[in-house]
Each structure stands twice: as C-alpha cells, then as structure tokens.
C-alpha cells in the first residue's frame, strides 16, 4: 500500500517562503510519478507542479512557473515542492499525489494516491 505523508506548511506572511515536502512508503520511489495540488475552500483542486519517474522531468502550470520548484530524492523517497514570493492566493491545502501511469499529468484524476494534505497560509 502506497503511504504519502506531507510535511512543512505553515502560516508565513507574503513575500516568504515554504518547503513542502511528501515522503513516500509503500512502493519502489522511481516506479512512481509525482504531482503536487492545491485546494482553496470554494475552489476546484489546481494543479501546480509535477515530478516524472525518477525525477527527471519537471512540469509546472504558468501560474507558479518561476516561482515554485519541484524536487526529489530518490534516496529518502522524498519529493519537495519549494514555494518561494508566496501571496496570499497560494493559501490552501496542498496534495501530493502519486501515479504509476505516466509522468507530468496535470489532471487530478490521474493520481491514484494522495496524502493527506498540508495547510499553507500566506498572511497580507
């Protein structure tokens, strides 16, 4: 059974930064793609950064693009989404997420495991 635990948010004021980081269990790390979401209350799961197997090849909406970087290291079975510049509309939850089916979707529905998300809060 594949675990992911997500660790490393917070409440930070603008401007600041924050590493997130997901460590997984369960599952060979590079037999496994990886993606990071968001959730704001009210608002639809967005995506924001992606891992390919073995960590190759990254991916990331233009919305974050320059300001948000995704890692990973296979020998700790980690993977960090580093947030840098945050505003007050990166608040939400943040996902990991992990798939065995292809590397870089942005879609949601195309993970099949999730950790339990992790509060990130950006104060004015």
Do not use: H
Request: include cysteine.
């Amino acid at each position: 059974q594949v675990q992911l635990v997500e660790a490393g948010g917070g409440l930070v004021q603008a401007g600041g930064s924050l590493r997130l980081s997901c460590a997984v269990s369960g599952r060979t790390f590079s037999s496994l793609a990886m993606g990071w979401f968001r959730q704001a209350p009210g608002k639809e799961r967005e995506f924001v950064a992606a891992i390919s197997f073995g960590g190759r090849t990254k991916y990331y909406p233009e919305s974050v693009k320059g300001q948000f970087t995704v890692a990973s290291d296979n020998a700790k079975n980690t993977v960090y989404l580093q947030m840098n510049s945050l505003k007050p509309e990166d608040t939400a939850a943040y996902y990991c997420a992990a798939t065995a089916t292809r590397s870089g979707s942005r879609k949601w529905d195309e993970y099949d495991y999730w950790g339990q998300g992790t509060q990130v809060t950006v104060s004015p």
